[in-house]
């Protein structure tokens, strides 16, 4: 409480994750596999007053490990949602002129129904029976999410990574319910370095005794295999440049026992990193959310621009120098598709050493163009 | 938006107003910090797209509102329909890329016509400073020194004029200024700037 008496100015305050349920059983939804999935549950939260003519909702997404709490401080936390610096009053995402809303997504762990909710039909987890899941749905899941919330065209749709992909997802699934969209460091089509990575952190999950075909709710925790997951994770979404800064070759102070124990800083980081990702990530949803992104390619065949064909979004597009993981030149594609479509975009490349993670950390350059676009936006509407 | 008074743009963003007809699409191949698009936008109701090459430029353009990619304009231009603009505007920026003979021709491809602005080399005063003084000129349209030019390319208002004779490129209109405004006498000796519409390759 304390803490955000501090930062009242800045931040939106105390804030609460909600939840919406739906498709309950004999309801559910269609999923992109054929499978049904219900009842569903999303969590999401809101900042900021919808207008009247409802016409000033934004819909943020997130990324792979992300969740609905994007800004603000639940009660007791001492750290703010992971976009607190992009949202809020006066920020990027003005909380004083916009309806922000953030939503979690299915498959997921946060709150919303993925692999370790109930299964109706069994009283029990679903583990590895929960099916697949896709970005269109997630991006299904959350159109109901909107209409529940009254809101028949979003102002913006805007996200990163995973999240820019549910952006790009919700232009081409909805085209007429969002006024523009902002994808941010992200892809039309998942590479295949960028699918070898998440490779690598599936093996590790699955190579641990304890994750016993996704069996192990309510026993031991496949605690090491998602920490080497999200180490692999960790050293993707950074640059050369930022675990330099960051790091250097300086090494820890205290004497390791062992003899390979984590002698460097950047070792002990990304070990404690790792290690603590337990406390808010279930594996089995690590699984489901980076094979959805694997599978995620919107080129459909033909190109993106074809999907875009006639599509009245307006664009801002968004990528990172130093980003190697998604190279700006995933972003050029989006900027290319719509110059062939002839959709309103701008295009930006910054200059943040952070790599990946920018988008998250370095934010005024950003923030610049996001909080200009929206104004344009909202003006036109 | 930022209004810009009419009665205070530069003789050559004036000219390109009065030739830029009204709602048309324009695409303004590095367009800087998007003055001359933001005043189209104003006064001509026109649909906009830049692009630049330098970001500080581009968050210039976002806050204008435009709409803007950052781009080389010798490479960005491929994914663009044939004609799928009424005016490209190269207002400044042809003497700047390495290759203009093809920027040019994608410029004719996509757009209905071109505009090229250029900076006279052969204007009195730089003729003046290259005989009497012996240095390479500094005029108002060429105010940079040797070292921090962003101009590869050196041209008269003569040199672009054979130029499309020799490319066969058609000269539907062309307008000569200086500061104070158009200059009717001797061009290629008065006019610090040319800017020129074409309308393509002849047939």
């Not at chain 1, 008496?5 to 105390?14: A, E, L, N, Q, R």
């Not at chain 1, 479509?341 to 998250?360: K, P, R």
């Not at chain 2, 060429?142 to 208002?157: A, M, Q, V």
């Amino acid at each position: 409480m304390r803490n955000n008496m501090v930062d009242k100015d800045k931040s939106i305050g105390i804030v609460e994750t909600q939840y919406h349920t739906f498709a309950a059983p004999p309801s559910e939804m269609e999923l992109d596999s054929g499978n049904r999935l219900g009842p569903i549950t999303l969590a999401y939260e809101t900042y900021g007053q919808l207008n009247n003519e409802k016409t000033n909702a934004i819909l943020i997404l997130h990324a792979l490990t992300g969740d609905a709490h994007a800004a603000g401080f639940h009660r007791g936390d001492k750290a703010p949602g992971w976009w607190d610096n992009m949202i809020g009053p006066g920020k990027a995402f003005d909380t004083e002129k916009y309806f922000v809303i953030c939503s979690n997504v299915i498959g997921g762990c946060r709150g919303s129904t993925g692999p370790a909710s109930i299964n109706p039909g069994t009283d029990k987890p679903y583990g590895l029976e929960f099916p697949l899941i896709t970005i269109k749905d997630m991006v299904n899941a959350q159109v109901r999410l909107i209409d529940h919330l009254g809101i028949n065209k979003l102002l913006c749709v805007a996200g990163g990574s995973m999240g820019g992909m549910q952006v790009l997802q919700w232009v081409a699934s909805y085209p007429e319910r969002v006024f523009s969209a902002i994808p941010i460091a992200t892809t039309i089509v998942h590479s295949p370095q960028q699918i070898a990575f998440n490779e690598v952190g599936r093996q590790a999950i699955m190579a641990d005794p304890n994750w016993d075909n996704g069996n192990y709710y309510g026993r031991r925790l496949p605690v090491k295999g998602l920490s080497v997951a999200r180490m692999v994770g960790h050293i993707t979404y950074m640059s050369d440049a930022s675990m330099n800064a960051k790091f250097g070759r300086r090494v820890k102070n205290e004497r390791q026992p062992f003899k390979f124990g984590a002698e460097f800083e950047v070792e002990g980081y990304l070990q404690y990193r790792g290690d603590n990702f337990i406390k808010r990530f279930d594996p089995n949803s690590y699984l489901y959310i980076t094979k959805a992104i694997d599978n995620f390619d919107l080129s459909n065949g033909q190109g993106f621009n074809h999907v875009l064909k006639g599509v009245q979004t307006r664009f801002l597009i968004i990528a990172f120098k130093s980003d190697w993981l998604y190279p700006a030149y995933q972003s050029q594609e989006i900027a290319r598709a719509c110059k062939q479509a002839g959709v309103d975009a701008i295009y930006c490349e910054l200059n943040s050493t952070y790599g990946h993670d920018a988008f998250l950390i370095e934010v005024d350059e950003q923030a610049h163009l996001v909080t200009h676009f929206l104004q344009r936006v909202f003006e036109g509407v | 938006m930022t209004k810009t008074s009419i009665d205070t743009i530069s003789p050559d963003y004036r000219t390109i107003l009065e030739i830029v007809g009204p709602a048309s699409s324009v695409l303004d191949l590095g367009c800087g910090t998007g003055e001359l698009l933001s005043l189209l936008v104003q006064e001509k109701n026109v649909k906009a797209q830049g692009i630049e090459i330098d970001d500080k430029a581009i968050f210039e353009c976002v806050a204008k509102g435009l709409s803007v990619f950052h781009d080389d304009i010798e490479t960005g231009l491929p994914e663009y329909g044939d004609k799928s603009f009424n005016y490209v505007i190269l207002n400044q920026s042809l003497q700047q890329v390495k290759r203009p003979d093809k920027v040019l021709q994608e410029a004719f491809r996509v757009g209905s016509r071109v505009i090229v602005g250029i900076p006279n080399f052969a204007y009195i005063s730089a003729r003046f400073q290259i005989f009497f003084k012996g240095k390479v000129p500094v005029t108002p349209s060429l105010p940079f020194e040797w070292h921090n030019t962003p101009n590869l390319h050196f041209l008269s208002l003569l040199d672009f004029i054979d130029y499309c004779e020799k490319q066969k490129i058609v000269i539907e209109d062309s307008y000569f200024m200086n500061g104070q405004g158009k200059v009717r006498l001797f061009p290629n000796l008065f006019a610090q700037t040319g800017i020129f519409v074409l309308s393509g390759y002849m047939q």
